[in-house]
């Protein structure tokens, strides 16, 4: 099984950048779509970005694009997601999320079978 842990996470003023990182153990890490999702306070987990097991192609919520770009580097088990100009209602816990498909791209929380515990971003005002 694959096993994910996430880092980067912290407290940023809005207007800021972050970079995540997901570190991923257990299993062939280029078979996977790796996603991240994000969940806000007191709102359900919702997508934010995927990327193929190859990283030929890439998937964004509408209202992350042009903003946060997710990118993998299968050599080191690696996948990041880097945040640019931050805003407040950002503010979430950030997970990252495996997926067998190495090709097929979901926005479905229930895609994805492995997860990592998560990492909070906090963008302040």
């Known amino acids: 099984q694959v096993q994910l842990v996430e880092s980067g996470g912290g407290l940023v003023q809005a207007g800021g950048s972050l970079r995540l990182s997901c570190a991923a153990s257990?299993?062939?890490?280029?078979?996977?779509?790796m996603g991240w999702f994000r969940q806000l306070p007191g709102k359900e987990r919702a997508f934010v970005a995927a990327?193929?097991?190859?990283?030929?192609?890439?998937s964004y919520a509408d209202s992350m694009k042009g903003r946060f770009t997710i990118s993998r580097d299968n050599a080191k088990n690696t996948v990041y997601l880097q945040m640019n100009t931050l805003k407040p209602e950002d503010t979430a816990r950030y997970y990252c999320?495996?997926?067998?498909?190495?090709?097929?791209?979901?926005?479905?929380?229930?895609?994805?079978?492995?997860w990592g515990q998560g990492t909070q971003v906090t963008v302040s005002s």
């Open positions: 999320a495996a997926d067998r498909a190495p090709y097929s791209i979901s926005p479905r929380v229930n895609s994805y079978e492995y």
């Open positions: 257990g299993r062939i890490f280029s078979s996977y779509v």
């Open positions: 990327i193929t097991g190859s990283g030929g192609r890439t």
